[in-house]
């Protein structure tokens, strides 16, 4: 079943500005993660967010948590051309096991030089 | 700093063959799992795996599909008879503790399957 969706599908921004994507997701959560993939790769975890945090930083991302609104947003400030990649949203299911981590459809960022 | 491993970075093999997907998790590491992304896609949950049992499966993960953890070190992914469907980028994971205990998942490179 579909859980996080995030918005928009892609976004093209220049070297310098900040790239803002949202994720809205459905059922109660514990945690929300983003991911990163280069295109071709495996999946990097770049922020883990717990469900009675609201907001998050490491070094240039930013993560946000609404869970009243059930949505988070990540923001990647100051972007270089190297922050090319999609990022995706996950959940653990909260009225599951707890060992599912279930991913959104992305968002493919691309940084102009 | 450790990694998940998969092997081989590409397989392609005939429909109706059986194929193996093989990785080898963080070592410290106590639930697996296997994704699989179609080109383009989304990535998709297959299973999960932890104490030699299979944890959760997603609709995906029918009798075609099996899972096994054959010793300390190896986790390995089973397609009896494939199709051409099932033809996508296979991503192994491994994680310390559940999810939903606030454990990001580590992910392996893929192995890219191609079924003629």
């Known amino acids: 079943s579909q859980q996080g969706e995030e918005d928009p599908q892609a976004l093209s921004i220049q070297e310098g500005e900040n790239a803002t994507m949202n994720c809205s997701y459905k059922?109660?959560?514990?945690?929300l993660q983003w991911y990163r993939q280069n295109s071709g790769r495996g999946l990097v975890h770049l922020i883990l967010i717990r469900s009675n945090e609201r907001e998050k930083h490491s070094g240039r991302l930013r993560v946000t948590l609404d869970t009243s609104k059930k949505s988070s947003s990540l923001l990647i400030t100051a972007s270089r051309a190297a922050d090319t990649a999609s990022y995706f949203c996950?959940?653990?299911?909260?009225?599951?096991?707890?060992?599912?981590?279930?991913f959104g459809k992305g968002t493919t960022l691309s940084v102009s030089s | 700093e450790p990694e998940v491993t998969q092997t081989p970075s590409h397989q392609v093999t005939q429909m109706g063959q059986e194929v193996i997907l093989r990785c080898v998790p963080i070592s410290n590491h106590l639930y697996f799992y296997w994704y699989r992304q179609i080109l383009g896609q989304k990535v998709e949950f297959l299973v999960s795996?932890?104490?030699?049992?299979?944890?959760?499966k997603s609709e995906i993960f029918d009798d075609q599909f099996s899972v096994e953890r054959p010793d300390g070190s190896n986790f390995t992914l089973k397609i009896r008879s494939t199709k051409l469907e099932d033809s996508a980028m296979y991503f192994c994971?491994?994680?310390?503790?559940?999810?939903?205990?606030?454990?990001?998942?580590?992910f392996g490179n893929g192995t890219r399957l191609t079924v003629t």
């Open positions: 795996f932890y104490n030699n049992e299979i944890s959760e």
């Open positions: 996950a959940t653990a299911l909260a009225n599951q096991a707890g060992t599912a981590l279930i």
């Open positions: 059922t109660s959560i514990n945690n």
């Open positions: 994971a491994s994680s310390l503790r559940q999810v939903d205990n606030n454990s990001p998942l580590h």
